[in-house]
C-alpha cells in the first residue's frame, strides 16, 4: 500500500523486490566464491616459483580472468543470454541473473585471492615443504587460513560490485530493487520509487561492509 511520505512506493513489492536483491546477491557471492578461489588458486600456484609453475596455464588461466574482467556487465548480460536461457529455462527473473553475476564477479575475485595467497609468508610455505607436507596440505593447511583475512575482504569488496551488478540486472528483467527503481520509478517518473531504492541498496551495502569488516577483523592476526 502507498504511504504519505512516498506515494507512488508500494511497500509490499518494494519488499519482494529487497528480499530478490538479497537472494541473487547472496547465491551469486557463493558461486563467485567458489569460482573465484579455484582461478585465483590456479593463477597463483602456476605462476613464476608457484608449486605448480606452468607458464602455459598460467596465460590461459590469466587471458580468461583478464578477458571476462574487461567486458563491462551489462554486456556480459547480453552476450550470456543464449546460455542463461538453456541453463535457466528463462532469461527474465532472479535466477536467470545469477550465470552472468556469477561470471562477471568470479574473475574479479580470483584476482583478489591471488593477491591474498601473494601476502602470505613464502617462509611458511618453505618450511610446510621441508616437513614433507603434500600441495593439497599446502593449499588447506597454510595457503587459505594464512591468507582467510585478505579473502574475507575481498568477499565484501566483491559483495558490494554484485550488489551493484544485481542493480544493472534489474534494468533488462532480472527482478530486485534495480528492476523496481527503473521500470516502477524511472519509467513512470515517480522519482520518489528511485529515492527509496536507492537508499535502500546504499543500507544493503553498509550491511555487507560491517559484517565484512567484524569478521576480517576477528580473523586478521596481526
Known amino acids: 500500500m502507498p504511504n504519505e511520505l512516498f506515494p507512488n512506493v508500494v511497500i509490499e513489492k518494494l519488499l519482494v523486490a529487497t528480499g530478490e536483491t538479497f537472494y541473487m546477491t547472496l547465491l551469486a ?5 567458489i569460482f573465484g578461489v579455484i582461478l585465483g588458486l590456479l593463477l597463483y600456484l602456476t605462476s613464476k616459483g608457484g608449486l605448480w609453475e606452468n607458464k602455459a596455464l598460467n596465460f590461459i588461466v590469466a587471458t580468461i580472468v583478464n578477458v571476462f574482467r574487461a567486458i563491462p556487465f551489462i554486456i556480459l548480460i547480453l552476450l550470456l543470454i543464449p546460455f542463461t536461457n538453456f541453463l535457466i529455462g528463462t532469461i527474465r527473473g532472479p ?3 545469477l550465470p552472468a553475476l556469477i561470471v562477471g564477479a568470479a574473475p574479479f575475485y580470483a584476482r583478489l585471492v591471488e ?6 609468508n613464502r617462509g611458511v610455505i618453505e618450511a610446510a615443504q621441508a616437513m614433507g607436507a603434500r600441495t593439497k596440505t599446502i593449499i588447506f593447511k597454510v595457503l587459505l587460513p594464512e591468507s582467510m583475512p585478505a579473502l574475507v575482504s575481498g568477499i565484501t569488496v566483491t559483495a558490494i560490485a554484485l550488489i551493484g551488478y544485481t542493480a544493472v540486472a534489474g534494468v533488462i528483467g532480472a527482478g530486485g530493487l534495480g528492476d523496481f527503481a527503473y521500470y516502477h520509478g524511472f519509467v513512470r517518473r515517480d522519482f520518489d520509487v528511485v529515492f527509496v ?9 553498509f550491511i555487507f561492509q560491517f559484517i565484512g569488516d567484524f569478521i576480517t577483523n576477528k ?3 596481526r
Open 219 to 221: 580473523l586478521d592476526k
Open 95 to 97: 535466477n536467470a541473473a
Open 29 to 33: 557471492l557463493v558461486g563467485t566464491v
Open 197 to 205: 531504492c536507492t537508499v535502500l541498496i546504499v543500507i544493503i551495502v
Open 115 to 120: 593477491i591474498g595467497l601473494r601476502e602470505v
